[in-house]
């Protein structure tokens, strides 16, 4: 784990800082599909991502969701600094992807180490700053792609943050992610293999042109 740590933020910060986050973070190992964050929820710790991979969701009214993003090592989001500066209550759903490997830091310290670090106040600046990029990609895909590509760009987005061409997945979990029903999925999924994007086997899908 220290090695693998030492290889995503070693760099980002200055000694001094690096020795703080080691001796204040609290390890934590969540297993693919484990709920780390819930809607209403307070968070008490942002999740420095050792390895593995994070869904990030909102659900509407009905307890449908709808993925906005993932993260994955040496990322952390920018929801979760939000919630935790303002002591809101956390208005996302944070879900494993796969196996994963976090840091816990105590919201007290992210305040503290923004005045006390620039590395610190960098990394999170920049963290914000991609998260809300990946917000606006969200929202316009949403807006103006068409469900066909909607769905070829969450299988592409899916396989590159597993690092794997082939997705394990059934119809219904895409068809939850999209906010869609499983039949349109079927249809879509089959229609991206007549297309030569995808192959398709029984709860996989191997993705052709990443």
């Known amino acids: 784990m220290l090695s693998d740590f030492k290889f995503n933020y070693a760099h980002l910060f200055e000694k001094e800082l690096f020795e703080e986050i080691l001796s204040v973070g609290e390890y934590k190992k969540v297993e693919e599909g484990e709920e780390l964050i819930n809607i209403g929820s307070y968070i ?15 659900e509407d009214d009905n307890g449908d969701e709808l993925v906005l993003y993932f993260i994955e090592q040496g990322d952390t989001c920018a929801m979760t ?15 494993a992807e796969r196996e994963t490997e976090l840091l816990m ?4 310290k992210i305040g ?9 106040q960098n990394f999170i600046l920049q963290s914000y700053n991609e998260r809300m990029q990946e917000l606006l990609e969200a929202i316009d895909t949403i807006a103006f792609l068409n469900m066909h590509e909607r769905l070829l760009k969450y299988l592409k987005d899916k396989a590159m943050i597993n690092r794997d061409e082939v997705i394990t997945v059934t119809h219904k979990q895409i068809a939850n992610d999209l906010h869609t029903s499983r039949v349109v999925i079927s249809r879509l999924l089959k229609a991206l293999e007549i297309k030569g994007e995808i192959l398709l086997n029984r709860n996989q899908i ?3 042109n990443l």
């Open 112 to 120: 503290e180490w923004m005045n006390k670090y620039q590395t610190w």
């Open 44 to 58: 008490k710790f942002m999740p420095l991502i050792i390895s593995g991979a994070i869904k990030i969701l909102r």
């Open 206 to 208: 191997k993705v052709l």
């Open 81 to 95: 600094i939000t919630c935790c500066l303002g002591q809101t209550k956390s208005k996302i759903k944070a879900i």
């Open 105 to 108: 830091i105590p919201i007290h």
